[in-house]
Each structure stands twice: as C-alpha cells, then as structure tokens.
C-alpha cells in the first residue's frame, strides 16, 4: 500500500452527514494507524533502523513530496492525517444555504458525506443556528458543498450518500418523471466523479449515468453476523421470506447463504393510492407462497418508510402460524409516526426484532427494545480506503466468501455449495 498520499484524501460532512462521517473517519484513522506500525516494524527491521528513526525519515518524505499545505496535518509521531476538512454551512433568513470550506483542498481526493433522510436539529452558522431539514434542504446543501469544493479546485469528487435520493422514482408508469435518474444527472453535471450508496433500490438507477460511477454497497454481512449472534436463531426452525415480489433476488441471497427455505408474500397493490403512515397503505390482498407454521421468519428489504406494508405482511405471517418474525431493513427510514405503529405492532407480538443499519441517523428509533442498530460505518471506510489507493473492491462487494467464513460451524448444515448469484447483483 502507498503510505505517502494520504493527505490528498479529504472528507467533507454536511450537516446531516455530520454523525456517520466521524465514524468512518474514526475507522480510516484506525486502519491506517495500524497499517503505520506494521510498516515501521517492517522496514525497521529491514533497515536495522529503529521505529522513530523511521517515523522521522517517513515524515522527512512526506514534507519533500508534499507542499506544506498538504502535510501540515501529519503529527510529530504519525503520519495519519485527520481527514476532515472544515466547512461552515451559513442558513439564511430566506432559508438560502451557503457552504464556505475553511482548509485548502486544491488537489485533493475530496468525499463529501450527507444523510438526506436526518430529521434532527443540525447546527448551521457556527453552531448558532440549528434547523430540521427536509430531504429537498439535504440535497440543496449537497449542491452548494459540491460548488464550493470544486471551485476551491478539488481533483476528484466522491459523494457518500447511504441513502439515495428519489431513489424510489426510478420507474415511470404515465406522466411522471425519473428523478432518481435526474438526480444523478444534476450531481454529474456538478462534476461528481463517484457516488457511494447502500442497497440502491434499482439498478436502473445506476445505468442512467453518463460518466459517474455508482458504487452500490450493501450490508448483507453484517446482518448475517448480528443474526449468528442472536442465541440459538440459525440453528432453529428457519424460514427466509421476501416481503414482495422486487426483493426476491435480495432474499434469496440470504435463503442461499444461510442454507435454509425461501417463502414470498405476495402483494395486489392499489397504485391509485399512496401510503401517509402506517396505518393505511396501498395493498389490496397479501397471499403466502411456502410454509411458515412454527418457524422463526426472516425477511429482508431495503427500505423502509412507514412501514405499513411490513407490518401488514408481519400480521399475514403471524396468521399462518409464525413463531416469531425478524427483519432487516438497509435504510431504517421510518418517516412520520412509523415509530409509534411498530411500538404497537410490537406490544401486540407481530415481530421479534427488527435489524436496521446506521447509514440513517435516527435518535429515536435506536432507543427501542426491539431495534438492532447495525454499524456499518467500517466498511464505508474499508471501501474509501480501497479507493484512494486504486485497490479492487471485489472482495468488499461480493462478500460470499466472508459470509461463509463466518457461518462455518454456526449452523449444523451440509457443506456450503457456491451461491447462485453476486450479492452485488441483487437488486
């Protein structure tokens, strides 16, 4: 690995993107402190040097390859920069957001983060100013960040944005538009070299750009580890179940990889209809393909809003005879009262445990009993780290072999066979 241009990479934080940010940056700072100590016992005892003497020449290096303005936030004992960059986020009278970076990034590798889906007070103006915002507020200061940083002559821009946004209007079935497709094209046209995603939710979505390249995550292993660790649940009478018809591909992944059955809910849906809360959705009718009487049911999908078509099929499967229901859910948006309909939902036993991941910041959400919060910021910055050195990121995004590492010896089954598809193809 090249241990000499690490401060060319740069991370901004919008104020959504603030919480998620920090984590990352804490595991670039981790993996690359390590990296450091691993070289400077190697080379020292290649060179019969000692490990400060090292230390130095290594800095000696960096300031002769580097301007200062590159290499003034290495430290006396290290070499691993902080990463963060920062910016001041102005939120005017007539709700105009301005963003000014502080530190020069001419040059620089530069990641900016946001969290379109934060619905809680962020700081702007210094901390003198804090404001909830909406998703259209998110994706505004997005564009001026972006703005800022490539007029302040960044060399290449990547957006890390778990959540995409209008990634559900990526289809049109009249007089509608394909926003998500706009979207990207907006972020293109402002010169965003990458986009990094979660569990993007169609892969329609990824084809409809010119020249930016979508890096679509996903969070498969870290679910299955939370799962292996919930005492005796893969070892038990185990059912897989797609909540619908779209997340098939993406349950079947896990049917496949934990060796057990997979059954699907069936929904006739009212299109003329859309869901405000949960207690109203647009399903007509709900039918069970497969068996789950008695069994522990898992079910699989990427997003959730309201949730009300999940608690819906969560009622169907406790008809037919489930003994207990857990999901998980890649973006745990639960917009609008959905916090509160899964508490009842909950109290009334139509589910054991719901798995969300940390790509949403949700203060209220992770306070529950029945919520998991499943961190993945680590991968994040494993995928940032791959990047910046121009290292395949293969092994990250098809996780199969990691999946089966993990669950040899968790789960009495005959010898794992290879999965019938890539979970990076899964959408």
Request: glycine share 6%.
């Amino acid at each position: 690995m090249n241990y000499t241009n690490l401060a060319d990479l740069a991370i901004i934080a919008c104020p959504g993107g603030e919480v998620f940010a920090n984590e990352v940056i804490a595991h670039l700072r981790k993996k690359y402190r390590r990296n450091q100590e691993r070289m400077v016992l190697r080379l020292s005892r290649r060179y019969n040097l000692s490990p400060d003497e090292v230390t130095r020449q290594v800095h000696f290096i960096n300031d002769t390859v580097f301007s200062s303005a590159n290499s003034q936030n290495f430290t006396n004992k290290g070499f691993v920069p902080q990463f963060k960059i920062p910016v001041k986020f102005t939120f005017f009278a007539n709700s105009e957001i301005k963003a000014e970076v502080q530190e020069p990034v001419r040059g620089k590798d530069v990641y900016i983060f946001q969290d379109v889906e934060n619905r809680c007070p962020v700081a702007f103006s210094d901390g003198g100013v804090r404001k909830t915002l909406s998703i259209n507020d998110h994706l505004m200061t997005i564009f001026v960040t972006i703005d800022a940083v490539r007029y302040a002559g960044a060399r290449q821009i990547t957006l890390v944005i778990p959540n995409y946004p209008y990634a559900r209007q990526h289809k049109s079935k009249g007089r509608e538009g394909l926003t998500a497709s706009r979207v990207g094209k907006i972020f293109e046209s402002l010169g965003v070299n990458r986009v990094i995603a979660l569990d993007i939710h169609s892969r329609d979505i990824i084809s409809a750009f010119n020249r930016m390249r979508l890096e679509n995550l996903h969070a498969s292993y870290q679910i299955i580890r939370t799962l292996s660790r919930m005492d005796g649940i893969l070892n038990d009478d185990f059912v897989v179940v797609s909540p619908d018809t779209g997340a098939v591909d993406r349950n079947k992944f896990f049917a496949s990889a934990l060796k057990k059955p997979l059954a699907l809910l069936y929904k006739e849906r009212d299109y003329s209809k859309a869901s405000r809360d949960a207690s109203e959705n647009n399903i007509s009718q709900v039918r069970l393909l497969g068996n789950v009487m008695d069994k522990t049911v898992f079910m699989a999908d990427d997003i959730l809003g309201t949730g009300g078509t999940l608690i819906e099929g969560m009622r169907v499967l406790k008809e037919h005879g489930a003994r207990r229901v857990i999901c998980s859910i890649s973006l745990p948006l639960f917009s609008g009262d959905a916090v509160s309909y899964f508490d009842k939902a909950y109290k009334e036993g139509l589910f054991y445990r719901i798995i969300g991941t940390n790509a949403v910041y949700h203060e209220e959400v992770t306070k529950r009993e029945w919520y998991i919060n499943v961190n993945i910021s680590r991968l994040f910055a494993n995928i940032i780290a791959r990047l910046h050195q121009n290292l395949p990121l293969s092994g990250l995004l098809d996780n199969r072999d990691i999946i089966n590492r993990l669950l040899a010896g968790t789960i009495n089954t005959e010898p794992q066979p290879e999965l019938p598809f890539k979970q990076n193809e899964n959408e």
